[in-house]
């Protein structure tokens, strides 16, 4: 029904930058709200950021003033720009939205995620 892949994940050097992307298809007919989360190794998934649709966006304290979300409607694509990064950035981030589905006789809301990307922030 509906599909969402992230890229851009890697290795990157304490204080660089990472930007991620991750675009959504299939059966779309609109999307709501769109958000980063994350989840380390032994920790809960937790939430990073989200933005709606129209572009009110929320961050964690963690990373505020480091971290910026934003999408493109056209492209049903949402981005993190990552700056800063701290070692304990590091973790699965994955991507998570609020999509109405096109089916049958009218659309559905669902909720849905990619399958994660792995950032790793180490020297």
């Known amino acids: 029904q509906v599909q969402l892949v992230e890229s851009g994940g890697g290795l990157v050097q304490p204080g660089g930058s990472l930007r991620l992307s991750c675009a959504a298809s299939?059966?779309?007919?609109?999307?709501?709200?769109m958000g980063w989360y994350r989840q380390a190794p032994g920790k809960q998934r937790e939430l990073v950021a989200r933005?709606?649709?129209?572009?009110?966006?929320n961050y964690a304290d963690s990373v505020k003033g480091r971290f910026t979300i934003s999408r493109d409607n056209a492209k049903n694509t949402v981005y993190l720009q990552m700056n800063s990064l701290k070692p304990e950035d590091t973790a699965i981030y994955l991507c998570n939205a609020d999509v109405a589905v096109r089916g049958g006789y009218l659309p559905y809301e669902g909720n849905y995620w990619g399958q994660g990307t792995q950032v790793t922030v180490s020297s």
């Open positions: 933005i709606t649709s129209d572009g009110t966006s």
């Open positions: 299939g059966r779309i007919f609109s999307i709501y709200d």
